[in-house]
T-cell receptor
């Protein structure tokens, strides 16, 4: 079974600065998908960014980018120019192509943004 | 974009009653939906995979007689918490995807409080 680990329960960043959230996973598969979801206080799950394992290029979405290191099984999220609205829980998730879209979530990282 | 509607958003009821939570895909068909439970400040825990027209697949440790799942159509899955007790109080979230390799879309969740 796959496992996803987020080693940082909480992180803090100053507004306008950059922060990196860590995620590692364990799998024996070669083809899979990785995601970062944001959960603000409203508790709605919002997809931030996704990465296909077969793609070497790191995914980017505006201020959000990932550092995908397949050999190291690492998938970190970088948030640039942090904004107050970025404050939320962030969950890293793994999906196996053979699992019917089932997601395995990490334990989450609470990001606080200081004005 | 794909929208998943979850209802109700909040329910408070007495111990011993049964509570039904609905999850609807509004603009797409979902052969598979997922039900998660989330404790305060914790990650999402997959409870079961709901398959249209067949029995749900429950994760280890989840009581299928306590948490009844029905997926009668391609746009609706329901979770019924039977004979609910205070320990069943939690945040329940559903998700669905329209295609096999597309990201899951989440409902807004249901906060269940059993008195």
């Amino acid at each position: 079974a796959q496992t996803v680990t987020q080693s940082q329960p909480e992180m803090s960043v100053q507004e306008a600065e950059t922060v990196t959230l860590s995620c590692t996973y364990d799998t024996s598969e070669s083809d899979y998908y990785l995601f970062w979801y944001k959960q603000p206080p409203s508790r709605q799950m919002i997809l931030v960014i996704r990465q296909e394992a077969y793609k070497q290029q790191n995914a980017t979405e505006n201020r959000f980018s990932v550092n995908f290191q397949k050999a190291a099984k690492s998938f970190s999220l970088k948030i640039s120019d942090s904004q107050l609205g970025d404050a939320a829980m962030y969950f890293c998730a793994y999906r196996s192509p053979g699992a019917g879209n089932m997601l395995t979530f990490g334990g989450g990282t609470r990001l606080m943004v200081k004005p | 974009g794909a929208v998943v509607s979850q209802h109700p958003s909040r329910v408070i009821c007495k111990s011993g009653t049964s509570v039904k939570i609905e999850c609807r895909s509004l603009d797409f068909q979902a052969t598979t939906m997922f039900w998660y439970r989330q404790f305060p400040k914790k990650s999402l825990m997959l409870m079961a995979t709901s398959n249209e027209g067949s029995k749900a697949t429950y994760e280890q440790g989840v009581e299928k007689d306590k948490f009844l799942i029905n997926h009668a159509s391609l746009t609706l899955s329901t979770l019924t918490v039977t004979s609910a007790h205070p320990e069943d109080s939690s945040f329940y979230i559903c998700s669905a995807s329209d295609q096999l390799n597309q990201p899951q879309h989440f409902g807004d969740g249901t906060r269940l409080s059993i008195l």
